[in-house]
């Protein structure tokens, strides 16, 4: 069953999916230890970060909470309507609209030191990445870094606390998501570290995680469950959503029975060459 969707964001944009977004950066935050890799330098002066598709913000304003005043910040996305007003936004971060599908700006070609990327699991397609992932070195100068970060939807499993929890609805729940849109499938993940070789980064890095804390990895699904219920409100196809939420309630219950999703993540780490 499938159905199509409003734009090419398959979420709506609204202050669900942006509860969504924020708890998933503290939580991925949680996992992994770090906001950039710590391979990544961040001691030179006046260093200029983008970041990608930055949705409500929340990694760039975490990180600048943690630089001196003089770095520049820079958030790249198709829509504002996530982030806060002008006024909320710190001092020294400005927003500039960019498809990362389209090409990139004269003005920002070789302007970062840093350019971070975060969960387009579900925005692009597998024939996209290589194209992609040429306009991201673009925006990069000589040495500097891309960090991006995933999940990786093919190893998704369900973890239980005793071996005979029921875990039906919860997959079945997984399956209907899946089934919403085709971009909900990618397979390109896996190989991202492959992927920065063949686009000619060096030094590459991929730090993959199998699952997090079982605590953590509790209020991880708690957040990815928001997806379904999103799903829910972006769908016109009115049967696909009544089947959402009849299976959501089953799947609540399993949760609290002790079953959850589980997803391997993976950050990936390259740099430019200085050989212009």
């Known amino acids: 069953m499938s159905s199509e969707l409003k734009d090419s964001y398959v979420f709506p944009r609204d202050h669900v999916d942006n509860i969504r977004i924020n708890l998933q950066?503290?939580?991925?935050?949680?996992?992994?230890?770090?906001?950039?890799?710590?391979?990544?330098?961040?001691?030179?002066?006046?260093?200029?970060?983008?970041?990608?598709?930055?949705?409500?913000?929340?990694?760039?304003?975490?990180?600048?909470?943690?630089?001196p005043e003089s770095t520049q910040l820079s958030g790249?996305?198709?829509?504002?309507?996530?982030?806060?007003?002008?006024?909320?936004?710190?001092?020294?971060?400005?927003?500039?609209?960019?498809?990362?599908?389209?090409?990139?700006?004269?003005?920002?070609?070789?302007?970062?030191?840093?350019?971070?990327?975060r969960n387009f699991v579900y925005v692009l397609q597998d024939d996209e990445i290589p194209r992609v992932l040429d306009s991201l070195v673009k925006l990069m100068k000589p040495g500097g870094y891309l960090q991006w970060g995933?999940?990786?939807?093919?190893?998704y499993r369900i973890t239980k606390t005793k071996p005979g929890n029921r875990v039906e609805e919860l997959d079945r729940l997984m399956k209907l998501a899946l089934s919403s849109n085709t971009r909900l499938t990618p397979t390109w993940v896996t190989i991202?570290?492959?992927?920065?070789?063949?686009?000619?980064?060096?030094?590459?890095?991929c730090d993959v995680r199998e699952a997090p804390p079982p605590h953590i990895n509790l209020a991880v699904h708690e957040c990815s469950l928001l997806i379904p219920e999103l799903l829910?409100?972006?769908?016109?196809?009115?049967?696909?959503?009544?089947?959402?939420?009849?299976?959501?309630?089953?799947?609540?219950?399993q949760t609290r029975e002790g079953a959850a999703w589980t997803f391997t993540r993976l950050t990936v780490?390259?740099?430019?060459?200085?050989?212009?």
Do not use: C
Request: charge should be negative.
């Open 76 to 117: 790249l996305d198709i829509s504002s309507d996530a982030l806060p007003p002008d006024e909320w936004l710190p001092p020294n971060m400005t927003f500039r609209k960019w498809n990362i599908k389209d090409d990139v700006p004269e003005d920002l070609v070789g302007q970062y030191d840093i350019v971070h990327v």
């Open 150 to 155: 995933e999940v990786d939807p093919t190893s």
């Open 25 to 67: 950066h503290y939580l991925w935050v949680a996992q992994f230890g770090y906001l950039t890799h710590p391979k990544i330098p961040l001691n030179g002066a006046h260093l200029k970060i983008a970041d990608v598709g930055t949705g409500t913000g929340a990694w760039l304003m975490d990180l600048g909470s943690r630089l």
């Open 269 to 276: 780490i390259g740099r430019k060459s200085n050989v212009v």
């Open 232 to 253: 829910m409100r972006a769908t016109e196809n009115k049967e696909l959503a009544q089947r959402l939420a009849d299976t959501m309630r089953q799947a609540l219950e």
């Open 192 to 205: 991202l570290g492959t992927i920065f070789q063949e686009g000619g980064l060096e030094g590459i890095e």
